[in-house]
């Protein structure tokens, strides 16, 4: 084999490598947050005991994080997930310290971690899954 026929081999090679990597890559960028799996968990721990009936985030916004459906519905103020856009979404302003409230209230903020969680699966349109 001559000297061009190995370097087209070797470029073709380290190309299809490379490709693999970035489509690897690319794919572990955009797995799916679920809100059973991933979401849930966290609003159980860090937000429910103030955000159901009797809770004094309830009584003060309406707003019930006991189901999806709940969470979905809102507050007595209006939505606070709006699916795709972490910009107007009012669960992401609250928990990312974007408003004058901070989100668990008098409470630890959530990890950075916590909050790529709520970002990643409102990004992915806030879906039930």
């Not at 916004?61 to 999806?68: A, I, Q």
């Not at 916590?114 to 990004?123: D, G, H």
Request: charged share 20%; proline share 5%.
């Amino acid at each position: 084999m001559d000297i061009r026929s190995q370097i087209l081999r070797r470029s073709l090679t380290v190309g299809s490598v490379a490709a693999f990597l970035v489509g690897s890559l690319a794919s572990a960028a955009v797995a799916e947050t679920s809100f059973k799996e991933d979401v849930y968990p966290i609003i159980q721990i860090r937000c429910l005991s103030c955000h159901q009936p009797g809770g004094a985030g309830y009584e003060a916004s309406g707003l019930d994080l006991r189901t999806y459906e709940s969470l979905m519905k809102g507050t007595k103020f209006g939505p606070v997930v709006v699916p795709g856009n972490v910009l107007e979404s009012n669960l992401n302003v609250m928990v990312e310290g974007r408003a004058a409230i901070r989100m668990p209230h008098n409470k630890k903020p959530l990890s950075k971690c916590e909050r790529m969680i709520f970002r990643s699966w409102v990004q992915q349109g806030a879906r039930n899954n």
